[in-house]
T-cell receptor, first 110, second 115 residues
Framework: DAKTTQPNSMESNEEEPVHLPCNHS???????IHWYRQLPSQGPEYVIH???SNVNNRMASLAIAEDRKSSTLILHRATLRDAAVYYC???????????FGKGTRLHILP | GAVVSQHPSRVICKSGTSVKIECRSL??????MFWYRQFPKKSLMLMAT?????????EQGVEKDKFLINHASLTLSTLTVTSAHPEDSSFYIC???????????FGQGTRLTVV
């Protein structure tokens, strides 16, 4: 599986934007970029995904570099409930499997 | 939206006994489900792929006789931890997705403690 690299942890203040980076220099043309997050003591939940273009949904935005070798998950206004581990994952369009990396533990400061 | 439900959410069992964990897709049919385990402060590790009507596919290093998987219907997969030992204590999570969909749905997890 193509690998992603994320910072181990990040901190942000409440009500400020958060930019979570992800490097995936070995991404292939058919890999989608997915983001999931895991709140404490819960199963992961889907956040957003994209292929080439930037994507927005009610939870977040995903900015994808032109060469697709990196991407950034943007939380526009972090709340305490956004404190979680955020996983950046590459998935081929035909592959149901999700392989998790180490993720970024996001701390939100009140 | 689609929901995947796990039961029980937590269980304590004695060493040497077996424990069954259920994973249900509540509003869609899932021909494939996945089982993960997670140790504290670590990432999720894929254990096996559960295939409806056929044998599960186990990841390297996962003992198939220890972790029995049964996917007897399109909405239910079960994971049985046989002859549990304290080192099997972990957070077990299942997931499934709609056929042709891109989003994976995860159960809320089962915390197993073996004493």
């Amino acid at each position: 599986d193509a690998k992603t690299t994320q910072p181990n942890s990040m901190e942000s203040n409440e009500e400020e934007p958060v930019h979570l980076p992800c490097n995936h220099s070995t991404i292939s043309g058919t890999d989608y970029i997915h983001w999931y997050r895991q709140l404490p003591s819960q199963g992961p939940e889907y956040v957003i995904h994209g292929l080439t273009s930037n994507v927005n949904n009610r939870m977040a935005s995903l900015a994808i570099a032109e060469d697709r070798k990196s991407s950034t998950l943007i939380l526009h206004r972090a709340t305490l409930r956004d404190a979680a581990v955020y996983y950046c994952i590459l998935r081929d369009s035909w592959d149901d499997k999700i392989i998790f990396g180490k993720g970024t533990r996001l701390h939100i400061l009140p | 939206g689609a929901v995947v439900s796990q039961h029980p959410s937590r269980v304590i069992c004695k060493s040497g006994t077996s424990v069954k964990i259920e994973c249900r897709s509540l509003d869609f049919q899932a021909t494939t489900m996945f089982w993960y385990r997670q140790f504290p402060k670590k990432s999720l590790m894929l254990m096996a792929t559960s295939n409806e009507g056929s044998k599960a596919t186990y990841e390297q290093g996962v003992e198939k006789d220890k972790f029995l998987i049964n996917h007897a219907s399109l909405t239910l997969s079960t994971l049985t931890v046989t002859s549990a030992h304290p080192e099997d204590s972990s957070f077990y999570i299942c997931s499934a997705g709609r056929t042709g969909g891109t989003e994976a749905f995860f159960g809320q997890g089962t915390r197993l403690t073996v004493v």
